[in-house]
């Protein structure tokens, strides 16, 4: 003997009927703790805090940037300080050979 039995209903009426418990709410909850994590990893990955992570000295702001871009250019530029000073230095040890 074969008994087939269909019943139509939605998986919430079939929970209802067996006397099992809404999981919904802690599903819910688990659910947004879960991607408050992912979003917190996602923001520790950004590019910017990387940078400030592995490179603590370096400048952070645009301002900065200009600043250390400008005082290397001025330390490779001759006549403004730095390498320039010690080209004119060697013009005058070309006048002590001029006497020797």
């Keep these: 003997m074969k008994v087939n039995v269909e019943i139509e209903c939605t998986p919430e009426e079939a ?3 067996l006397g099992l ?3 919904r709410p802690m599903q819910d909850a688990v659910m947004a703790k879960v991607q408050q ?3 917190d990893a996602v923001n520790v990955l950004s590019p ?3 940078l400030k992570t592995w490179m603590p000295l370096a400048p952070q702001s645009p301002e900065q940037m200009r600043d250390a871009m400008s005082a290397m250019f001025r330390m490779f530029t001759p006549g403004a ?3 320039g000073a010690g080209g ?3 013009g005058g040890s070309g006048g002590k050979s001029g006497q020797g």
């Design 48 to 50: 910017e805090s990387l």
């Design 37 to 39: 994590q992912m979003l």
């Design 81 to 83: 300080g730095g390498m």
């Design 21 to 23: 418990p809404d999981l």
């Design 15 to 17: 929970r209802r009927f």
């Design 88 to 90: 004119k230095g060697g």
